[in-house]
């Protein structure tokens, strides 16, 4: 039998993966615009003008300095 708790996040999708801009960074917290224009205040620091990946209000690496294509479907 598995564990309830594991059963409810099942129920759950996994947090999608973002990308964005610092426009700021201080104190372990960094503020991200995101491709879609959005703000985001986000926890760990990376320097102005990095893109940066972010899932789940964190930051989790840089991303590379890539031309962005966004298709909708």
Do not use: C, H, W, Y
């Not at 973002?18 to 201080?26: E, P, R």
């Not at 372990?28 to 615009?33: D, Q």
């Not at 224009?37 to 893109?51: F, K, W």
Request: proline share 8%; charged share 20%; no cysteine.
């Amino acid at each position: 039998m598995k564990n309830p708790i594991a059963l409810f996040k099942e129920i759950f999708p996994d947090a999608p993966l973002l990308i964005g801009k610092v426009t700021a960074s201080a104190d372990g917290l960094s503020t991200v615009e995101l491709q879609d224009g959005g703000i985001a205040q986000v926890r760990g620091e990376a320097p102005v003008g990095q893109r940066v990946f972010v899932r789940d209000g964190v930051i989790e690496s840089t991303a590379p300095a890539l031309p962005v294509v966004e298709i909708e479907i």
